[in-house]
């Protein structure tokens, strides 16, 4: 409210089935409810949501996709972002309201106004380049946990085009990281991207008296592919300055060996 926006609190958002808000069936019809009311310009999920998976089977993106909004959230609701993005609707991995709104220090409110409110610029910035190259593509990804438990589904990521992926996560030993890597490139889930984007992955470190840490986890999970890889991107589970980027849209990675590029080169809500 203090940006300069009504804030709707649907009814029924307090509900509780399990650790879930509600029976799927509520929360899928609040769902429609939100993109199909004309009041509403925006949807931003108030957590992560462990519960998304339940609604995958009996959701109608159809009706999403007839009244496209602004949708914003990340980690367990990245299965949506894939499912939309590959229908071609810009969605928007960042900040959420119970976990990231209530500390300004945790929302990186420069990239959120230009996702939402188109004036401010275009979000860039410098990252750490694990490999050299360049690519530019339309930007998709998330929550790797997610996005492995998605294959051997019918919404695993398998963008038809090449793509930039973006891959964060929080929590997780390197040995999981790489099992995830494995797991998506053994898939086919690679295939097409041109290049890869990390975020922050806090709490993914070894142990510091490790002789070796998670990049180099990294560079051996990806070894034999061709493409320019980046780290740091601080979007989705940060401690701080939670980054909102367009996923759907064109972004560009330049990768050397003073550091990396990364920039949105598309205005999301045109």
């Given at each position: 409210e203090a940006l300069g926006l009504r804030v709707l609190l649907p009814e029924g958002l307090l509900e509780r089935e399990l650790y879930n808000a509600g029976p799927a069936a509520r929360r899928l019809e609040e769902l429609y409810s939100l993109f199909e009311d004309d009041q509403v310009q925006g949807v931003l999920c108030a957590r992560g949501g462990a519960g998304l998976v339940h609604l995958l089977p009996a959701l109608e993106l159809d009706?999403?996709?007839a009244s496209p909004k602004v949708f914003l959230g990340y980690s367990d609701v990245t299965p949506l972002h894939v499912a939309l993005n590959a229908?071609?609707?810009?969605?928007?991995?960042?900040?959420?309201?119970a976990t990231d709104f209530p500390d300004p220090g945790r929302v990186h409110l420069e990239s959120f106004l230009a996702a939402v409110m188109r004036d401010a610029p275009r979000y860039q910035a410098q990252l750490e380049s694990l490999r050299p190259g360049e690519a530019e593509a339309?930007?998709?990804?998330?929550c790797l946990s997610m996005l492995a438990a998605l294959e051997g589904t019918p919404w695993a990521l398998r963008p038809e085009e090449d793509v930039l992926l973006f891959l964060e996560d929080v929590d997780e030993p390197p040995?999981?990281?790489?099992?995830?890597?494995?797991?998506?490139?053994?898939?086919?889930?690679?295939?097409?991207?041109r290049g890869i984007v990390f975020?922050?992955?806090?709490?993914?470190?070894?142990?510091?008296d490790a002789a070796w840490?998670?990049?180099?986890?990294?560079?051996?999970?990806?070894?034999?592919?061709?493409?320019p890889v980046a780290f740091g991107l601080r979007s989705g589970h940060v401690s701080q300055g939670n980054v909102t980027l367009p996923?759907?849209?064109?972004?560009?990675l330049e990768a050397g060996a003073e550091g990396a590029r990364f920039a949105v080169l598309e205005d999301a809500t045109e």
């Open positions: 009706r999403l996709l229908r071609g609707l810009v969605t928007f991995h960042g900040p959420m309201v339309p930007l998709v990804g998330g040995y999981r990281v790489d099992r995830l890597l494995w797991q998506l490139r053994r898939a086919g889930a690679l295939e097409r991207v975020g922050a992955m806090e709490g993914c470190e070894s142990d510091p840490g998670l990049r180099d986890v990294l560079h051996r999970a990806l070894g034999g592919l061709d493409l996923l759907g849209a064109r972004a560009r």
